[in-house]
């Protein structure tokens, strides 16, 4: 009879550690070899067909302009094809607002006077479900139609800042959590807000130092000289009024959990969009998670919170239109839902997750690493989605 050999014990915490440190260390060979410390991320060029598309004006438009030299002048190529940067983009954007034949100014749409700050937090409990793409391309495409844009990475993970060139292993950045603790080191929200490679946004990224403040809100709950704590629902909001009137809107990134940080961006929320992966064991979580919010947003709303919103939607995300389960599921969604889902699904693309790979979303690739189909289907997906939420922005506005 043969007896095996026992398994040796071995110290668990010693052994993660180890993997855990030859983990980062390789990534971040692999990040110095891809994606240099000091290396700015750029923006590609916009086709004229691209431009036109963003503007809301027709080719033919934007072809009169460049031959009355009016506006500014796109690069050509040695084919002939031109295009503009993001920067000219803009550019055009106002030079159109200010010498259009109409007397509605249509081009540029800031906010006017009354209009308050919109403020969108994209969230859900369970991981996988899209919610950082989601809110990386619509930050995007809210700046490349115009409006001045603060996207907030409020996950510790920090896959939007990622997103958007930053290493959070190798930077020091700050984060939110400089404009939202408690103690006398608290810094503006101004001080923690920087530039992107899309003119128009700006983003506050995020670091693992934000995972602070889940700690410190109980604690400063605690504290009987100060109301800070028993009132931490305040704290983004009153953070986002030092810079209110140079945004038109703000995409809050949450964290994939219900705490502190969660609820505190929630409550200063104009709208709540919540994206969904059609399948059971995800629909299942996301009803433990409205269940849980809900009561939760009631207890502090007791506390003086205010949760009154502008609009909230239901995002269904990776979907796949020939998976009949998940076809299935979305019917059985919309019968329970009808008209909190957005019409337009944000579909499964290889497009998309291939883009990711290189930390870039599907605005910043060139068309031309993709098939033809594989590109348009999945930018007419993002262009169907970011546009209904456009038009909910502008409602709660007033605007048609």
């Known amino acids: ?67 009355e030299g009016k506006g500014p002048m796109p690069d050509q190529a040695v084919s002939g094809r031109r295009s503009y940067t993001a920067g000219q983009m803009l550019e055009l ?28 937090a994209v969230v859900n409990f369970k991981g996988g479900s899209g919610k950082t793409t989601t809110a990386a391309h619509l930050a995007q495409h809210l700046a490349l139609t115009g409006h001045r844009v603060l996207a907030i990475d409020l ?22 959590y400089e404009a939202i603790r408690y103690d006398e080191e608290r810094r503006s929200i101004a001080d923690v807000i920087v530039p992107t490679n899309f003119p128009g946004l700006d983003i506050v990224p995020a670091n693992l130092e ?22 931490f629902f305040l704290r983004i909001a009153k953070a986002l009024g030092e ?89 059985f969604m919309q019968s329970m839902l009808a008209g909190q889902i957005l019409e337009h699904p944000m579909l499964k693309s290889t497009a998309i997750s291939d883009a990711g790979l290189t930390k870039q979303t599907l605005y910043e690739v060139e068309k031309s690493a993709f098939t033809r189909t594989t590109y348009d289907r999945a930018m007419e997906s993002l262009d169907g989605v970011n546009s209904e939420i456009v038009s909910l922005i502008h409602r709660a506005w007033g605007r048609s």
């Open 210 to 231: 934000l995972q602070e403040y889940e700690y410190d809100t109980p604690l400063a709950m605690q504290d009987k000289t100060s109301n800070a704590g028993r009132q």
């Open 93 to 120: 954007r106002h030079f159109l607002d200010q010498h259009g034949r109409t007397e509605v100014k249509k081009y540029v749409p800031h906010r006017k006077p009354g209009d308050k700050l919109q403020v969108i």
């Open 243 to 331: 810079v209110d009137d140079r945004y038109d809107v703000v995409v809050v990134d949450c964290p994939p959990q219900l705490g502190y940080l969660t609820l505190t961006a929630m409550s200063a929320a104009t709208s709540v969009l919540i994206t969904v992966h059609p399948q059971m064991l995800d629909l299942m979580s996301m009803s433990q998670f409205l269940l849980m919010l809900g009561g939760i947003l009631k207890t502090i709303k007791g506390a003086g919170a205010q949760i009154q919103l502008d609009w909230f939607r239901y995002l269904i995300t990776r979907y796949e239109p020939t998976d009949i389960p998940q076809a299935q599921m979305v019917g």
């Open 155 to 176: 996950d510790p993970q920090a896959s939007l800042s990622a997103l958007h060139g930053f290493q959070p292993e190798l930077d020091r950045n700050l984060s939110l």
């Open 1 to 67: 009879m043969n007896i095996a050999m026992r398994l040796p014990s071995f110290e668990f915490d010693d052994k993660i550690l180890e993997h855990g440190a030859e983990i980062s260390r390789r990534l971040n060979q692999l990040r110095m070899e891809k994606f240099p410390p000091n290396a700015a991320k750029t923006l590609r060029t916009f086709s004229m067909a691209e431009v036109a598309h963003y503007l809301g004006v027709s080719q033919n438009n934007l072809k009169r302009l460049h031959l």
